[in-house]
C-alpha cells in the first residue's frame, strides 16, 4: 500500500505521541476536550483515483477492517463521496474518529497502564487533592514512581506535620521508610513539597534538599595543615574538621595558602606563621563562612588553566585580597613538556582578576599556544615551589 496515506498504523503511531505526551492519561482525570479526537487522513488526491483505483481499494478496505465497525473497538471513519467520471460515485475516508479515552487505550494496549495510572492518582488526590493537577500534568511521572507512592505520600504527611524539624536524614521516625527510600527520590518528593507546604516552611534558596526543607546538613569537611611547627595543636598539624568549627579556631598565623590538589596539600613546604587548605576544587566558597581568613594574607594556587582562574575569582568574590601563586606565564613556559589538554575549557568573563592573570586566561581560552593548554598545579616542580614561597 502506498505510505504517503494513512493507515491503521499510522492512526496507532499518532495515539502513541499523545500518549507519551501524557495527554491521553491525563484526560481520565482532568475533564478536556481531547476526545473524540478527530485525525485527518492522509488520503489520495482526486486526480489518482482513477490510476490507483485497485490500491485505492485495498487501502480503504484495510482502514475498514479495523475501524469500530471491524474489530468492535478503536476509530469511526469520516467518509466523503467523490465523483470520478471513470470510476463513478466512491466513498474516501477522509478522517479517523477515536470516540473515547478508552478505545484509544484498547487500541494502544495501555488500559492496564491507564488502571494502574488512576489508582496511582487516587491515592494521591485522596490524601492530597492540591496535587491533581500535578498529576495531571505530570501522569507519566505518577506512574514511573509506582508502588513507592505508598511510601512517598508517608513522606510527605511526616513533613507537613514536622515542618523545618532541623534533623538529620538519617533520624526521620517514619514507619516503613529508611534514608535511602527518600535519598533516591529527592527529586519527585522536592517537587511535591514544595507544592503541599506552606511557604514559611520552605527555603526557596536552598541549593540541596535539606537545605530547602530545614533538615540539618551532614558537616562540610575542610582539611587543612599547619606549616609552621610552633603552631601545631597539641602535636597536630593535619587536621579536618567540620567547616563551623573551623570559623571557631581562628589560629595564630598571618598567611593562608590555598590550593586545590590533595598531594600539593601534602607536600606543601613548611612556612613561619601559614597553613595550607587544601582538597575543596570548586566548593572553595564554603570558606566564605570561615571570617578569621578576612584578617590573613590569603594565596591561591590553582591549575593553569581556564577553571584554575575561575577558581580564583571565586575565591576572590569574598576573599579580595586574595594573590594568586604559581599562575603565571612564565611558570606555564618553564614547564612546557608537561601541558596537558583541558577538553572543557571555561569561556566565561571574569572580572576579579589582576590585568595580568586577564591576559593569560585570554591567551588560554583563545588557544594562543595550542588547544586547550593547561598545566595542572602538581606537575610544577617541587623546588619551583620552594623558590616561590621563598620570594614571598
Known amino acids: 500500500m502506498c505510505t504517503r496515506w494513512s493507515d491503521p498504523q499510522w492512526i496507532r503511531e499518532e495515539l502513541r505521541r499523545k500518549w507519551e505526551s501524557g495527554k491521553i492519561l491525563r484526560s481520565l482525570i482532568i475533564g478536556d476536550d481531547l476526545f473524540p479526537l478527530r485525525l485527518p487522513l492522509k488520503r489520495p488526491k482526486s486526480n489518482e483515483v482513477n490510476e490507483n483505483f485497485a490500491e485505492i481499494s485495498r487501502w480503504i478496505k484495510r482502514l475498514r477492517d479495523q475501524s469500530k465497525q471491524g474489530i468492535g473497538f478503536g476509530y469511526e471513519l469520516i467518509e466523503k463521496e467523490i465523483v470520478h467520471r471513470q470510476s463513478g460515485r466512491n466513498l474516501l475516508p477522509i478522517h479517523a474518529v477515536v470516540p473515547t479515552v478508552r478505545d484509544a487505550l484498547r487500541l494502544l494496549k495501555k488500559e492496564r497502564e491507564a488502571d494502574k495510572f488512576l489508582q496511582f492518582a487516587e491515592g494521591i488526590t485522596a490524601d492530597w487533592p492540591v496535587l491533581q493537577q500535578w498529576a495531571g500534568r505530570y501522569p507519566h511521572k505518577v506512574l514511573g514512581a509506582g508502588n513507592d507512592w505508598t511510601g512517598i505520600l508517608a513522606v510527605l504527611k511526616w513533613f507537613s506535620l514536622n515542618p523545618r524539624c532541623g534533623l538529620y536524614l538519617r533520624q526521620l521516625d517514619i514507619p516503613g521508610i529508611d534514608t535511602k527510600f527518600i535519598e533516591q527520590r529527592k527529586g519527585i518528593l522536592a517537587e511535591l513539597l514544595n507544592i503541599i507546604l506552606p511557604e514559611k516552611a520552605i527555603d526557596h534558596n536552598g541549593s540541596s534538599f535539606e537545605q530547602q526543607f530545614g533538615l540539618r546538613l551532614k558537616p562540610i569537611q575542610v582539611r587543612m595543615r599547619l606549616l609552621d611547627q610552633a603552631q601545631y595543636i597539641q602535636g597536630l598539624s593535619d587536621l579536618t574538621i567540620p567547616v563551623e568549627q573551623l570559623s571557631l579556631l581562628n589560629p595564630a598565623v598571618t598567611r593562608v595558602f590555598i590550593t586545590e590538589n590533595e598531594i600539593n596539600g601534602l607536600c606543601f613546604p613548611a612556612a613561619g606563621s601559614s597553613l595550607v587548605i587544601f582538597g575543596l576544587g ?71 582578576l589582576t590585568p595580568e592573570e586577564h591576559r593569560l586566561l585570554c591567551s588560554l581560552q583563545n588557544n594562543t599556544w595550542g588547544k586547550g593548554v593547561r598545566l595542572e598545579q602538581e606537575r610544577i616542580s617541587f623546588q619551583q615551589v620552594k623558590r616561590s614561597l621563598s620570594s614571598l
Open 282 to 352: 570548586y566548593g572553595v566558597d564554603v570558606l566564605r563562612a570561615v571570617t578569621w581568613l578576612t584578617e590573613k594574607e590569603i594565596y591561591y594556587w590553582g591549575d593553569l588553566d581556564t577553571h584554575g582562574f575561575a577558581m580564583l575569582d571565586k575565591v576572590r568574590s569574598f576573599l579580595p585580597q586574595t594573590r594568586s601563586l604559581l599562575m603565571e606565564e612564565s611558570i606555564l613556559f618553564k614547564h612546557r613538556t608537561l601541558w596537558s589538554v583541558e577538553d572543557k575549557p571555561f569561556l566565561g568573563l571574569l572580572t576579579r
